[in-house]
């Protein structure tokens, strides 16, 4: 055999070892309940309700007199989890229709407060975290 020969050989064989020693990931598909799908669309409608509120100039205003950046309410509003939003959203269809929003301020400031003392937020100086 000349050199070339054996060099298409030795690289043939390399391949095919590489081929047969490289591993495959195993596909995986599961089905998607109705409920899952559902709940993953209401979460996104209560999310951009929640950010559409803190649009309004007497929310902003209100958010901005308790030293609250509006920036800052839209942040954490998007970084809260689906179980948040929907408890916002539960409390927000508690407040009469027509009102102020005064309650949903206030509900946000405690929320703000509470996540400033667990330390996942830093807002207001004169909270503290725990750890």
């Known amino acids: 055999m000349t050199i070339t020969a054996t ?3 030795f690289c043939g064989t390399l391949c ?3 081929l047969f020693m490289s591993a495959t990931a195993p596909a995986q598909a599961a089905l998607v309940g109705t409920n899952e ?14 950010l559409q ?7 902003r205003d209100r958010l901005s007199a308790m030293g609250v950046d509006p920036a800052d309410a839209r942040e ?15 409390r927000l269809e508690e407040v009469p229709a027509g009102g ?3 309650g949903l301020v206030v509900f946000i400031f ?14 207001f100086p ?6």
């Open 16 to 18: 095919a070892v590489a």
């Open 100 to 102: 102020d929003g005064l």
């Open 7 to 9: 060099m298409k050989r």
């Open 37 to 50: 799908v559902l709940s993953q669309a209401q979460a996104s409608a209560d999310r951009t309700h929640l």
């Open 53 to 59: 509120m803190l649009e309004r100039d007497a929310v």
């Open 76 to 90: 954490r509003v998007q970084r809260m989890t689906d179980q948040e939003v929907a408890q916002l959203q539960g």
């Open 126 to 131: 004169f909270v503290q975290p725990v750890n």
């Open 110 to 123: 405690v929320v703000f407060i509470v996540t400033d003392a667990i330390g996942a937020t830093d807002i």
